[in-house]
T-cell receptor, first 114, second 115 residues
Framework: NAGVMQNPRHLVRRRGQEARLRCSPMKGHSHVYWYRQLPEEGLKFMVYLQKENIIDESGMPKERFSAEFPKEGPSILRIQQVVRGDSAAYFC????????????FGQGTRLTVV | DQQVKQNSPSLSVQEGRISILNCDYTNSMFDYFLWYKKYPAEGPTFLISISSIKDKNEDGRFTVFLNKSAKHLSLHIVPSQPGDSAVYFCAASGDYGGATNKLIFGTGTLLAVQP
């Protein structure tokens, strides 16, 4: 049973370009979370999705960031017109249910904006 | 507003001794607590969890203690091993506001176990 798969592992974008980060949850998991870790900081919640629905996007910047979890295929975190401050490690996690359960994390995507 | 706090950014322990990592929280709606371990350039790995109906949960060398009145939890690792050297994150979740069960993380404690 493969774990949470994120790709790419490393992504370099120039300022103003778009970044697309992909996350395939563990088999049987329908809950996906995205977190961001800035240098020297902890993990900050961004968005929580179930299939085809955004449940909680309270941690997502209002502009340039969007997320989706389609019926088929991976969850996508999209960052438009990237800026240097978007450079961070982005982690995806999945869980089999919503309450009182651990979430399993992927290896992360390290985004560098140059 | 940091709802989950790990006030010690780092901890150094001798191999074979006990490591105690601490975590405080402010939101009384949290009812499930977890510890994750993270190596550099890897994703966090789940270690152990505890529900608010318990005050202790043990799994091998790892024990988590929960003091609800003090809004405090701790992770004990005994005996500590060099391979335990990593960043440890405390996380909490709860049915707050009915919107989500997202995990809220602390800022982490870097544990160094000296051989």
């Amino acid at each position: 049973n493969a774990g949470v798969m994120q790709n790419p592992r490393h992504l370099v974008r120039r300022r103003g370009q778009e970044a697309r980060l992909r996350c395939s949850p563990m088999k049987g998991h329908s809950h996906v979370y995205w977190y961001r870790q800035l240098p020297e900081e902890g993990l900050k919640f961004m968005v929580y999705l179930q299939k085809e629905n955004i449940i909680d996007e309270s941690g997502m910047p209002k502009e340039r960031f969007s997320a989706e979890f389609p019926k088929e295929g991976p969850s996508i975190l999209r960052i438009q017109q990237v800026v240097r401050g978007d450079s961070a490690a982005y982690f995806c996690a999945s869980s089999p249910k919503t309450m009182n359960t651990e979430a399993f994390f992927g290896q992360g995507t390290r985004l560098t904006v140059v | 507003d940091q709802q989950v706090k790990q006030n010690s950014p780092s901890l150094s322990v001798q191999e074979g001794r006990i490591s105690i990592l601490n975590c405080d929280y402010t939101n009384s709606m949290f009812d499930y607590f977890l510890w994750y371990k993270k190596y550099p350039a890897e994703g966090p790995t789940f270690l152990i969890s505890i529900s608010s109906i318990k005050d202790k949960n043990e799994d091998g060398r790892f024990t988590v203690f929960l003091n609800k009145s003090a809004k405090h939890l701790s992770l004990h690792i005994v005996p500590s091993q060099p391979g335990d050297s990593a960043v440890y994150f405390c996380a909490a979740s709860g049915d707050y506001g009915g919107a989500t069960n997202k995990l809220i993380f602390g800022t982490g404690t870097l544990l160094a176990v000296q051989p």
